[in-house]
């Protein structure tokens, strides 16, 4: 159940059906406009739609002048105890204005920064995190958590609604993710605003990135949430764009880039496909369109596991497969495999996104799987078989081929990254 309200943040919808906003925070002083406009860049390049700036002094909103008129997404400035902070903010040109109306000074306060929101017509984030809830509910807060954010989520709601004021999101955060999780599925019940997800202090980029995948993810499947932002402790903050937007691709309720999928190599594997899925995850990172590239240990099964895959390959401990959709284009020696799948890549890009078939070379690759693989596989042919009745028209929308695999320097992963002892092959 996405929000029934909308808001707009800049020109980025949140929220009333619109797409799963991302959105970071800049880790720099924002008053080093430099350093925080450089890392706005390479936030935006990563795909966030709206980035939020710390503002805890004078100069820091002084700086979001210049940050506002030069970045090239919405920015939203985060404000704590100093309402006269958030004016300046909106005067400066800022998007959006995340409160916490616990801390900002009461309700005379947020009044004044409403009054401000009107005046300039913009969106407000008010936000609720567990480390910081009003005193009166801090009793609640240790027999019932859940309710003691969502009550204080509710509040917050409500001081809005009596100031006749309803362009705003809402967020609710703590660091315990079945809490984000409980909290939210109740809020969104009983609020018709967008909701901020976002599992707070989520940890590291290993640690914090599986927290909120679950917690994020747990809700975004149940369509609850508007906008994300992932927290971790890094400050990369590209990362967390990333994080982002792979919950949103696994999900499939946004498409953004390559898909790369990997088997996870068993006793079957024979070549050093860790150093090829490494290689191959660089060069993707060239190509915006979103499709789905495989790369798989053998063809047991896994070519039909992956058979919707818009490329692939499949090695052996010599020679590999190159394939599409499930059917063999060509085989190549397990060498050539990453240059040769992304010239076929290159090719179904220059061709319009058409597949270009050589039919001697597909039945070549075709035969040679049939003689190498295990007889009761899901080969391509009976895959093609089974695909054929079921054959989708592809869209023919103008293709960019932007690769650079030619300038792109060769992976090299060590023993510590990813140890070859005690399996099937050596490594160069
Ligand atoms: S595709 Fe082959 S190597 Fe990879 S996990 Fe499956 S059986 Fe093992």
Request: charged residues 25%; glycine residues 8%; contains cysteine.
């Amino acid at each position: 159940m996405a929000s029934k309200n909308q808001i707009h943040v800049g020109n980025v919808p949140i929220g009333g059906g619109a797409p799963v906003a991302v959105q970071t925070m800049t880790k720099t002083e924002t008053a080093d406009v430099a350093a925080t406009l450089a890392q706005i860049k390479r936030v935006a390049e990563a795909g966030a739609d709206l980035v939020r700036c710390a503002v805890p002094r004078e100069k820091d909103a002084e700086a979001l002048r210049t940050i506002v008129r030069e970045s090239p997404i919405p920015i939203v400035a985060d404000i704590h105890f100093n309402h006269t902070l958030a004016l300046k903010a909106f005067d400066a040109g800022a998007h959006c204005i995340r409160i916490n109306p616990g801390n900002i000074g009461g309700p005379d306060k947020v009044a004044e920064v409403v009054a401000k929101a009107k005046e300039v017509g913009r969106p407000m984030r008010i936000g609720v995190n567990s480390g910081s809830l009003p005193a009166h509910l801090r009793e609640l807060e240790y027999s019932n958590p859940v309710e003691a954010l969502v009550t204080a989520a509710v509040e917050f709601v409500e001081l809005m609604e009596r100031l006749d004021f309803t362009n705003f999101k809402v967020s609710m955060k703590s660091t315990s993710v079945p809490n984000t999780i409980a909290s939210n599925r109740l809020l969104a019940e009983r609020i018709p605003y967008p909701l901020h997800l976002g599992v707070t202090e989520a940890g590291t980029k290993w640690s914090g990135s599986l927290k909120s995948a679950v917690g994020l993810g747990t809700l975004l499947a149940d369509g609850i949430g508007d906008t994300i932002r992932i927290s971790l402790s890094t400050f990369h903050a590209e990362e967390e764009v990333k994080v982002a937007w792979e919950i949103l691709k696994a999900l499939r309720l946004r498409r953004r880039g390559p898909e790369l999928i990997a088997c996870p190599t068993c006793g079957r594997l024979q070549f050093d496909m860790d150093t090829v899925v490494a290689e191959v995850e660089k060069r993707l990172e060239a190509y915006e369109d979103p499709i789905q590239v495989s790369v798989l240990g053998c063809a047991v099964n896994g070519i039909g596991e992956a058979r919707h895959a818009d490329f692939g390959i499949t090695g052996a401990k010599d020679m590999g497969m190159i394939y599409a959709k499930g059917e063999p284009l060509k085989k190549v020696p397990t060498a050539q495999l990453v240059d040769e799948l992304f010239k076929e890549i290159d090719r179904y890009y220059a061709a319009g996104k058409t597949l270009v078939r050589d039919d001697a070379s597909a039945a070549e690759a075709a035969q040679w799987l049939a003689e190498n693989e295990d007889a009761t596989a899901m080969t391509p042919e009976r895959l093609a078989a089974m695909e054929a009745a079921a054959a989708e028209a592809e869209a023919s929308v103008e293709a960019e081929a932007s690769a650079e695999s030619e300038a792109a320097s060769a992976t090299r992963l060590d023993e510590a990254v990813s140890p070859v002892a005690g399996r099937r092959f050596t490594r160069a």
